[in-house]
């Protein structure tokens, strides 16, 4: 007789760990085995699991009001939006539910810009090795191979350049080029940094041709790097930016900030969403934000993301055969390696600790933004014994 099909679409490759509950750094399988997670819900479980203050305000605003259509004021929204602008670059937020949907808004909201400015800009330009969601419009935006085979006709109107080529990208970069949209740390695609040199050049060509300036920092924003955003860094500025994963803590938000002049395309009527911005994940929201931008915090992050690459680098050095290079800022590191990747992620798991494999024959570290000095320090004698074991 045929097995029957997964009651569960089967478009994810599962391990075989069931999770009961989440601890801070830790999960906790159904058996009582404890695993230290470097994947936070690969990036969002930014303050690790069950954090007393996001437990208490999603609870407090459960009681309250879970969801009120956007034909409505939301006071929860409200309050997120204005901390965001506090924080950021942007004028204006909209809510989303995940990274994908935010990829979306921008890809709309550069396109109105241009159509109000009665310019033709047809292509926004991406790179390859990008990801910026699963949509008919996030693969086109990538353009890989591996995402958009079988989904075709894919949307037009980008361009894929190629990673670090200046030159090509100064070939393509003309006054037909409507936005330039990248990530300044590309996470799936094998956790590589836009040197800040590099995305200061991209900001001076766009202001040359005109072209917007749109960041990916689903993964990398948030305060993985050591600032709530890791474009700061680089001392720039973008027009649009595409936020979620590490904003909700594990409650599912997103959002697209721009600058008044780009959101201003966007009047009533030109998007919109039934749970966008809803108030439970907002209230959430609004307490991570709180949380991660007390005195303090991002300093710890940088503090703790560099004790972990001293540990990481160490381990490279002694494993040359399995390591091949570290790569990456703050909480947000990989391993590039000699074995396949898929190996060293297994070793791990087998030592009871999560890492996230990325394209490039990378191996993702993503620890909870929380994680104490101890932990990493734990976490690197579970990665060493796992590498030995490879070696
Ligand atoms: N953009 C980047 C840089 C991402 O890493 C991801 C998810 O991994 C996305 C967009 C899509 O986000 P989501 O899975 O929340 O739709």
Redesign the pocket.
Known sequence: MNAPFPTILPTYNRAPLRFARGEGSWLVEEDGTHYLDFTSG??VNALGHAHPELVATLTEQAHALWHVSNLYQIPAQENLATALVEHSFADTAFFTN??????ELAIKMVRKFWHDAGEARPTILTFEG??????TG?IAAAGSEKMTKGFGPLMPGFKTLPWGDHDALRTALDDTVAAVMI?PI???GGIRPLPDACLKGLRDLCDETGALMVL?????GMGRTGRLFAHEWAGISPDIM?V??GIGGGF?L?AVLATARVGAAMGAGTHGSTYGGNPLACAVGTKVVEIMTAPGFMDAVSRKGAALRQSLEGLCATHPDVIEEIRGMGLMMGLKCHVPNTDLVQAARDAQLLVVPAADNVVRLLPPLTITEDEIAEACQRLERAIRRLG
């Open positions: 690969i990036a995940s990274g994908t949907e935010a990829a990008a990801f910026h969601g699963r949509s996030a990530e590309q996470g799936e990916d920092e689903v993964q990398c595409m979620a994963k599912p997103g």
